[in-house]
């Protein structure tokens, strides 16, 4: 619990003395009828609590005399518990994950105007929950009502956003094993999806044996739904249908990570479905590779977000233009972003309790500067639809992405997911095998 202790006072100490926090977790949500998604707490409640139940609301109150960490849950009910598992209740709250006060969430209306007296900022994030969008300027107005009391209400809100997200940004070395756990999971995964291949399989095939070997290592969810996009599919960026029959001389693109105690991994491999890469297929491969390569050499301290991004294009502009894919000088190519044609994508996100992990790209308009402990991913890849106009058939349907897990370290940076073959030689080697 002390890394929460820690989140909770630097937060705290960020919002000043006269404020207040308020940050519900993700509501229950229904798949059909009366059956439920498996349930995830929102990542900036459980970052600040390690608190995992739904219907909960988590308060910070810095300076308050009784503590300023406040905690609404459900309360205990044996008879609901015997159908759907445990629950912690107010007590728990307290003794299990530190609360300074816990109350039912049943008491919400009655005990949380009282917190907001006498407060000049409430932090909350409008838009992240409908319920509390409503139920805030209700309690507002509330607090207005009593003015002739000697009370007032807070006169601003701030988006927790702002201060939580730049937290978050910047992992601790507890956040850094977690991550290095899941980005090791996910590459053995990758890695027997590698092994198993070959034509005839379905797609859901090789994503159910990535998900086993999750689950067999320790982690029990995806830290998203799997793309497992053979031939055609390969070539479409976000495809999760994963229900086409492999084919024999088609690619594969696999696009899956594990989340392991709320922290993910993304990491994809293109390979051949038969185990050996033709002619066209190798030598686009082969260019994304030294896009990506050539990106990765660009994550270090002092340089900025975008460094890894024009990297990556300048090789795959310079490659395009070489095997007759894109005609004109390189620097007209760059400029007028014809590129776009084949990529289309940045060449990577932040990474953390998120895939999409939170934190600005930008301060003001300036791109932001790389620093120690941010994570991101890198991932360049050239999709070639079939029909392409203007494009020589041999090289339609052949779709490569490879993307890798970055962490920015004091002197250049560590390949997280770097236990996954990504060569040619190293991957027909390996599916040989």
């Known amino acids: 619990m002390q890394e929460y202790v820690k989140r909770r006072k630097r937060l705290m100490h960020m919002m000043g003395k006269d404020s207040i926090a308020i940050l519900p977790t993700m509501p229950v949500a229904t798949r059909n009828r009366d059956i439920e998604y498996p349930y995830?707490?929102?990542?900036?409640?459980?970052?600040?609590?390690?608190?995992s139940e739904p219907q909960a609301v988590l308060v910070l109150v810095p300076g308050r005399t009784q503590g300023g960490y406040i905690l609404f849950c459900r309360e205990r009910e044996p008879d609901q518990e015997m159908w759907v598992g445990p629950r912690h209740g107010p007590e728990g709250a307290r003794s299990t994950y530190g609360a300074d006060d816990a109350f039912p969430i049943s008491d919400i209306d009655e005990i949380l105007p009282g917190l907001l007296e006498n407060r000049e900022k409430v932090y909350y994030t409008m838009g992240s929950c409908p319920e509390y969008d409503l139920k805030i300027p209700e309690w507002l107005k509330h607090i207005r009502l009593k003015s002739r009391t000697g009370v007032h209400a807070p006169g601003e809100i701030v988006s927790l956003e702002h201060l939580l997200h730049e937290m978050r940004l910047f992992k601790s070395r507890k956040e850094i094993t977690l991550m290095r756990r899941a980005a090791k999971i996910s590459a053995q995964?990758?890695?027997?999806?590698?092994?198993?291949?070959?034509?005839g399989m379905w797609e859901y095939q090789i994503e159910a044996e990535l998900i086993?070997?999750?689950?067999?290592?320790?982690?029990?969810?995806?830290?998203?739904?799997?793309?497992?996009?053979?031939?055609?599919?390969?070539?479409?960026?976000?495809?999760?249908?994963?229900?086409?029959?492999?084919?024999?001389?088609?690619?594969?693109?696999?696009?899956?990570?594990?989340?392991?105690?709320?922290?993910?991994?993304?990491?994809?491999?293109?390979?051949?479905?038969n185990g050996r890469f033709s002619e066209p297929q190798r030598l686009i491969y082969e260019l994304v590779l030294e896009a990506q390569l050539a990106a990765i050499d660009k994550i270090k301290p002092g340089n900025h977000w975008m460094d890894p991004h024009h990297a990556a294009v300048r090789v795959l502009a310079r490659g395009l233009r070489k095997l007759g894919l894109l005609k004109g000088d390189l620097r007209s190519i760059i400029k007028k972003e014809s590129y776009k044609r084949f990529f289309m994508h940045r060449t990577g996100h932040w990474l953390g309790m998120d895939v999409h992990d939170v934190g600005d790209y930008k301060i003001g308009d300036t791109w932001r500067m790389l620093e120690p402990g941010m994570v991101m991913t890198v991932e360049p890849g050239l999709y070639i639809a079939g029909g392409s106009k203007g494009v020589a058939k041999k090289w339609w349907n052949i779709g490569v992405r490879i993307e890798?897990?970055?962490?920015?370290?004091?002197?250049?940076?560590?390949?997280?997911?770097r236990d996954v073959p990504k060569s040619v030689d190293e991957i027909e080697a390996l599916m040989s095998a």
């Open 189 to 199: 995964a990758h890695v027997r999806a590698m092994q198993v291949c070959q034509p």
């Open 212 to 273: 086993a070997e999750f689950m067999h290592k320790g982690c029990k969810s995806t830290a998203y739904p799997p793309i497992v996009g053979g031939g055609e599919n390969a070539c479409i960026l976000h495809y999760t249908d994963n229900n086409t029959v492999l084919k024999d001389g088609d690619l594969l693109l696999i696009d899956a990570g594990a989340e392991h105690r709320y922290y993910a991994a993304d990491i994809t491999r293109t390979i051949p479905v």
């Open 40 to 51: 995830r707490p929102d990542s900036d409640f459980f970052y600040l609590s390690g608190f």
């Open 404 to 417: 890798d897990d970055i962490l920015v370290t004091r002197d250049g940076c560590e390949v997280l997911s």
